[in-house]
């Protein structure tokens, strides 16, 4: 573990902080594109992942909407995942390599589970 506990402390206080940010922002772009159908926000949401390339002119506005929601979807999926890492002891290891993900990249994308190299090979 090339981090300290203080440093470990404090990525898990920016994790947390932006896990509130993007749970308020998913809620917000739902809001925004589905109203309170919730019923409607899931199949829309399905039917989305299995024609991701499919952007039809008339419904180009809602489905930028959806980009942006699945997006912040994902990055939430990620930070949640950062934290259970972080509680097994994984949290700092590339799991490309298993090598030690340096401090400066971690503060900087707390969610990241990649060292530079490993994250260029991409
Ligand atoms: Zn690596």
Known sequence: MSIS?????????????ERERYRSRIEYLREESFGQDRTATIQELADYDNHPADQGSETYERESDLGLLLEARDHLKSLEEALVRMQDGQYGHCSGCGRDIPFERLSSR?????????????
């Open 110 to 122: 707390p969610e990241t589970d990649v060292c530079v190299e490993c994250a260029s090979q991409d």
């Open 5 to 17: 506990e203080e440093q470990r402390i404090y990525l898990r206080g920016k994790l947390l902080q």
